[in-house]
């Protein structure tokens, strides 16, 4: 089973010299106590965690995964531990405010904190990680009553949280939703209904579970204009014990994440309290889904990370055959597998997906802070601005990073061969455990029509392309006599003008052929993860080139490791983003023109 080791010397690269944490933290209302001494602590100790306790419980939390009996749901041995040392740390209120019993600190910090908790255990992450949502929409839109009786506690991690949407009937068309919320005289309401694919629905890790939950009132309009939000606690407080009508129906039994029990969650005649206003549930439960996304966006940053680690040491390890430009190991039987081409391609590709990923997402965790600002400052036009600015990110960073993550667990488990489909490498667990972050949160294909159609075209008519492709120019136009950095800076210069371009085409064609969007999309995201991630990967070559010139904090292997995987992105994976662009600007008649009768002629 592939060991996990946080890669802190990765992470301080970005945050240090790249992005320049420092001064960002010092431009934060409460950034004032994420000095470089905090930042490291924090750092060197969730890794400890991450690396001692979480990441060893990773297999095994597989094999016996969660249990429903008598309608009590265990998850796995050692999980109830982990998760006792976890919030001893004070980690789950790292980002939270220190009025509800958190840290303060900003919450960029909390990203990084879970890609950590992600990369060793991606289970293990979902029970403190559902509980944020939960946290995130109380203290936006929950009354000072709330906040004191449900933030305090889930804060301290003492309480889990959930989110619950989804319906049997329907998954992401949330207009569908039935349950049911009766008003009672003494302001509460009557909540019944089932939610389905709920994570972290019910555990034993905590004494209490608040559930967040989308319902209808009985007056209420047809579509989502006519839902509401409200709080439904497992155990009303005060009342820890005493059943309050919410019971875990089932589990599902699911492809991996075995370890995370993903309930199906009934409510019958559930006490529950409005959050927000009476129709306005849609809106609140939204409040913080971009940030939510870059979450969901970190898992394909953390399996190509976790799969990369295991498949690297096997790569150096293992014998096989001799090496085609002449023998590498002449003392060895064989050539370890890393003299190898096609190997090597794939441990670059897993390298460049996770370095790569990790910058987009660090770059994003700044636009999050920022937007936080500006609710802690009461100045809703800079909070409203900066969540506009990460709308856009957050589509391409959550469905190109985990359809790159996908790509790069399935990559390990090549690198292993056959021994990559047998259980006890743990690399088949990775590949399993990476397929839902492309479906849940929106599928790939949400997250295109999210892109292509709403921010793109309705809301900006493709300012938002032209806003974000100005910093591919700024960084061409500024490094291309740079004989170092010219490949790189030619090449974005190229794309940034190719992405415009496909985005006028795009919107040109679909103004008289509205299906163009939808045939279109899932092109133009992976054209757009591709641009951007080329952005990124430019950056860091750029200040490993100014390192190697000037001098760093790191050794000069280190930065020339880093242009080295830079070269690798441009000269074998940006490429793709060309057949993206093709694809994208074909006519739809090759997809809309067969008829749904005509899709087969030998079954109904």
């Not at 980002?95 to 990369?119: D, F, N, R």
Request: with cysteine; proline share 4%.
């Amino acid at each position: 089973m592939p060991t996990y080791k946080a890669p802190v010397r990765d992470m301080r690269f970005l945050m240090n010299e790249v992005f320049d944490f420092e001064r960002h933290y010092k431009a934060q209302p409460n950034g004032e106590e994420a000095t470089p001494d905090m930042v490291e602590a924090i750092i060197s100790e969730m890794a400890k965690l991450c690396e001692n306790t979480i990441a060893p419980l990773y297999q095994s939390g597989d094999e016996e995964g969660c249990k429903l009996e008598d309608g009590v749901v265990t998850t796995p041995k050692g999980f109830k531990e982990a998760y006792d040392e976890f919030i001893a740390g004070g980690w789950q209120g790292l980002s939270h405010p220190v009025e509800v019993g958190g840290q303060g600190l900003p919450m960029s910090l909390g990203l990084i904190k879970q890609e950590m908790m992600a990369t060793a255990n991606w289970s293990f992450s979902m029970y403190p990680g559902l509980s944020l949502g939960a946290m995130n929409t109380i203290q936006m839109h929950g009354s000072e009553e709330q906040k004191q009786d449900y933030l305090v506690p889930l804060t301290e991690g003492t309480w889990g949280g959930t989110m619950c949407l989804t319906e049997p009937q329907c998954g992401t068309d949330l207009g569908q939703v039935k349950t049911k919320a009766d008003p009672q005289q003494d302001g509460s309401y009557k909540i019944s209904g089932t939610k389905i694919f709920i994570s972290s629905g019910d555990h034993d890790l905590t004494e209490n579970i608040i559930h967040i939950v989308l319902a209808r009132l009985p007056d209420a309009p047809k579509g989502t204009k006519g839902i509401s939000l409200f709080i439904v606690p497992k155990y009303l407080p005060g009342k820890i014990g005493e059943h309050n009508g919410v019971s875990c129906g089932s589990l599902e039994k699911k492809m991996g994440i075995k370890a995370s029990a993903t309930c199906v969650i009934n409510f019958d005649e559930a006490t529950g309290f409005l959050i927000g206003p009476e129709h306005g549930g849609l809106e609140c439960m939204f409040t913080f889904m971009n940030s939510a996304r870059i979450g969901t966006a970190m898992q394909g940053v953390a399996h190509a990370e976790r799969s990369y680690q295991g498949a690297l040491p096997y790569a150096k390890e293992r014998k096989s055959m001799r090496a085609l430009s002449g023998k590498k190991e002449p003392d060895a039987i064989a050539d370890s597998l890393i003299h190898h081409g096609d190997v090597r391609r794939m441990l670059l590709k897993q390298k460049a997906i996770a370095e790569g990923g990790r910058a987009m997402i660090y770059y994003a965790a700044q636009y999050a802070d920022n937007m936080i600002a500006g609710m802690l400052e009461d100045d809703m036009e800079k909070y409203d601005h900066w969540d506009s600015e990460l709308g856009f990110l957050t589509p391409i960073l959550k469905g190109f990073l985990t359809e790159k993550g996908l790509e790069a667990a399935n990559e390990g488990m090549q690198v292993f061969g056959g021994h990559g489909y047998i259980k006890e490498h743990g690399m088949e667990q990775i590949a399993r455990d990476a397929r839902i972050s492309t479906l849940y949160e929106g599928t790939t294909g949400i997250q295109a029509l999210d892109l292509l159609g709403r921010k793109v075209l309705l809301s900006s008519r493709g300012k938002c392309v032209r806003e974000f492709s100005k910093k591919l120019v700024d960084f061409g136009t500024k490094n291309l006599r740079d004989p170092k950095l010219r490949p790189f800076a030619w090449k974005l210069l190229k794309i940034a003008a190719e992405w415009n371009y496909l985005t006028t085409r795009i919107m040109l064609v679909a103004a008289k052929d509205r299906d163009m969007v939808a045939t279109a999309s899932y092109d133009f995201l992976m054209y757009s993860g591709y641009a951007m991630m080329a952005y990124f990967w430019a950056l860091q070559a750029g200040v490993a080139s100014d390192k190697l010139e000037n001098g760093g904090k790191e050794p000069a292997e280190f930065y020339k490791a880093k242009l080295a995987t830079a070269e690798f992105y441009f000269d074998r994976m940006l490429p793709s983003a060309k057949g993206h662009a093709e694809a994208a600007l074909k006519p739809t008649k090759s997809t809309m023109q067969l008829s749904a009768e005509h899709f087969s002629f030998d079954y109904e």
